[in-house]
């Protein structure tokens, strides 16, 4: 049996190679991806889950040097199957150092003033990104999954679902994704190429639910494409989005203090350090750790706790990167001024407040640090997740230490036992310091064995399990979403199962179903071949003709009260059984009406072409007849409006084609479906509709019903009409079907 082929893509392959006197060597590259991608694929093959690691990315060196020196195009490193993507000098310096670290990073991370807009950068964006969606259609073999990571490649999912359309394809973002404020000052191509590009995969997974929050507010306000239950479904698929917080190997950590060379480490450190507390910090150079926010807060811990003064070391290590650029080097010699400011001020011969290392650490030196400090303290001004507060808790097998953690990192979420400070809160920090030394022992070990629990549960092997998996019942979801157009054998189908019933019913929409789309809701008065057909439909004794609609009962009675069909107003909040009177389905309270119309007026007031409609148990904000970018622009405004005020009044709210519903709780297509249904046993049920107020009615109707939704979109109709016209279409079919059956 073959094995399983999981392609992962990143910016670079998880291995640096470096070109020197004609010669490449090569070594495993640090970083969390990398870690926890390794973490993963091993325990895989220790379980022997037969599964096949192939990952693509830029080697950092040209393509006639690779070649040159390995005498092909991809190569295997350890477990790994190594697929390269090469990228010119000026493409890799605008695309990553451009684009990627110039506009993304910052503004992704809420420091917008530092972020630059180049048409430029962007356009290299693009370049780099095909450049990797070529590579992956290349390397495919039906039945890979392919997971593509983080914000380098946000355009890749859409540009691969246009060469490979089945593939199964999970995104993950590893930095934060900002709130739709933010991200709406990205210019407007490029924030809806990158929310549809996004939109190509199956499966988009974040850190944290307020990420995907600030997400599927984004596409809703700048797509228009609505979610249920963080579904989103767009003209032509459905997308899940979801939480997966990115992990760590628990055990790795857990167990390093049986590791001999560690604990050797940890004892020196703390005989060296034997009349002094410990905090630690570590942290890779750049702008949103908060580092030189923390050197205040540490100097103004030591200014109003003089007890402190000589009995605690901060040890803080910062990873060197990025330091050639100006903005990083500016922060590199800030925090070493501000360190020799608080050394100068505070320290003596006899003891330094701060020792200072600019360096990476190994393994060893590393978790030897976890292990002896009595605080570590991580306070990054926002942060995706932020592994190295998990490795501490995990590294902690005594279970002490105390764990002050920012409450804008992505670990927050899940570390929420640990002291959580404003970052930018100088005194809190202080405070927090304080109140952490003097952490009696016993909370210590209850704090941290809640938070170990959580993480031994949630380990890295989980995570990379759990995305894995929902990536392929994504694609499940979509095979029951999928759009199944009305074929001449499905039609046949539905034509002999009409003819072979004697009880039927058949659920007919009005707008956009029975007749087309009108400018103005007042335009779309139903003519007399209409009126006929369903005379006509109505007349055998065998059929219940349902015009089940939004609008309002005066209209449908107006239109179609002489006719012997049944008729549904304002979405099911109303009924009229064959010439009897009409009669309300549910109880609704409306006391919301009074303060909402306003509301909608005020927006029909500032939108030329848009009108309000005011039915008895709903009201409808109509922008069909309005400028197309202002309507759109101002149903999202609308939308955000009436969520924010969702919490304090009983309404639902949809967001239709160029409408704005609303209506009381409990009343939509469906519940007056099941109530008309319940009162006959039909051996044919039919319906069909348009918009989204139809998915209601189209789940009330049994498996062995037909429905059909007009337009080629997602939905959970059994089928799908290319046009309107279809729609009479097969009327016209059943009928004559059935006088020719006779």
């Not at 604990?263 to 150079?285: G, H, P, Q, Y």
Request: glycine content about 6%; some cysteine.
């Amino acid at each position: 049996m073959d094995r399983q082929r999981l392609i992962i893509v990143s910016n670079r392959l998880p291995f640096q190679f470096t070109e020197k006197k004609g010669k490449i060597t090569i070594q495993p590259s640090s970083g969390g991806l990398v870690s926890s991608i390794q973490s993963y694929i091993r325990h895989l093959n220790q379980d022997n889950e037969g599964i096949t690691p192939v990952w693509i990315g830029d080697p950092g060196v040209t393509e006639k040097k690779f070649t040159d020196f390995y005498g092909k195009r991809s190569i295997q490193q350890d477990e790994f199957i190594l697929h390269p993507v090469f990228l010119t000098d000026i493409v890799r310096e605008k695309f990553y150092n451009g684009f990627c670290n110039d506009t993304i990073w910052p503004l992704f991370h809420y420091f917008p003033s530092y972020a630059k807009f180049t048409d430029d950068t962007f356009e290299h964006y693009q370049i780099a990104n095909q450049l990797f969606s070529n590579k992956i259609a290349e390397v495919y073999q039906p039945g890979d999954l392919i997971w593509i990571h983080d914000y380098h490649l946000m355009l890749v999912p859409s540009m691969l679902r246009s060469d490979i359309p089945n593939a199964a394809i999970g995104f993950f973002l590893h930095i934060p994704f900002p709130s739709f404020e933010l991200f709406r000052l990205l210019p407007n191509k490029w924030r809806t190429d990158i929310l549809n590009g996004l939109l190509g995969a199956d499966l988009i997974g974040f850190h944290t639910n307020n990420y995907v929050q600030y997400f599927l507010k984004s596409v809703q306000q700048i797509l228009g494409y609505d979610n249920n239950l963080r579904l989103i479904t767009t003209p032509d698929r459905s997308v899940t989005v979801d939480t997966f917080p990115v992990s760590i190997d628990y055990e790795k950590f857990h167990q390093t203090a049986t590791n001999l060379t560690v604990f050797a480490e940890r004892n020196r450190i703390k005989k060296k350090l034997s009349t002094t507390k410990i905090i630690i910090s570590v942290d890779r150079l750049d702008y949103t750790k908060g580092i030189i926010a923390r050197l205040e807060g540490f100097e103004m811990f030591l200014e109003k706790y003089p007890e402190h003064q000589g009995k605690v070391v901060y040890i803080l290590v910062v990873v060197p990167s990025r330091d050639i650029i100006a903005k990083y080097k500016e922060i590199k010699d800030d925090c070493e001024i501000l360190i020799s400011r608080i050394n100068g001020k505070y320290g003596s011969i006899e003891w330094t407040p701060i020792l200072y290392q600019y360096k990476s650490l190994d393994f060893e030196k590393l978790t030897a640090l976890y292990l002896a400090a009595d605080v570590a303290l991580i306070t990054p001004l926002r942060d995706g997740m932020n592994l190295v507060a998990k490795e501490f808790i995990a590294s902690r097998n005594d279970r002490k230490g105390v764990l002050i953690l920012s409450e804008t990192a992505g670990a927050a979420a899940e570390l929420s036992e640990a002291l959580l400070v404003n970052p930018t809160d100088r005194k809190e920090i202080a405070e927090t310091l304080s109140g952490a030394l003097s952490m009696p022992p016993e909370e210590q070990v209850r704090r941290n064995t809640s938070m170990q629990k959580r993480l031994k549960l949630y380990d890295v092997v989980k995570w990379a399990d759990d995305f894995i998996t929902q990536v392929m019942q994504s694609k499940e979801k979509q095979e029951t979403l999928q759009i199944k157009e009305v074929n001449d054998r499905i039609e046949e189908e539905i034509l002999s199962s009409y003819s072979n019933a004697t009880k039927r019913i058949i659920f007919l929409d009005y707008d956009g179903t029975l007749s087309p789309i009108a400018r103005l809701p007042q335009l779309a008065v139903p003519n007399e071949d209409l009126k006929r057909l369903l005379q006509r439909l109505s007349n055998d004794e065998n059929n219940t003709v349902v015009l089940i609609s939004g609008r309002p009962k005066g209209v449908l009675e107006e239109w179609f009260g002489n006719l012997p069909i049944v008729l549904v107003a304002e979405h099911g909040a109303f009924y009229r059984p064959m010439h009897n009177g009409w009669e309300q389905t549910i109880s609704a309270n409306v006391e919301w009406k009074e303060k909402l119309l306003p509301l909608l007026e005020l927006f029909a007031n500032r939108c030329a072409g848009s009108l309000v409609e005011d039915k008895a148990l709903s009201l409808s904000w109509h922008y069909r007849n309005a400028d197309k970018e202002l309507g759109f622009l101002r149903s999202r405004e609308l939308i955000n409006s009436l969520n924010e005020l969702s919490a304090h009044l009983d309404f639902q709210l949809i967001d239709g084609n160029k409408v704005i519903e609303i209506k009381a709780h409990g009343i939509d297509k469906g519940m007056a479906a099941r109530l008309l249904l319940e009162n006959g046993e039909y051996d044919f049920i039919l319906a069909i509709g348009d918009d989204k107020t139809d998915e209601d009615l189209f789940g009330a109707i049994p498996p062995d019903g037909f429905s059909i939704r007009v337009g080629l979109t997602q939905s959970v109709a059994k089928y799908n009409f290319r046009k309107q016209g279809n729609v009479i279409g097969l009327l016209n079919k059943l009928i004559m079907y059935e006088n020719h059956a006779v």
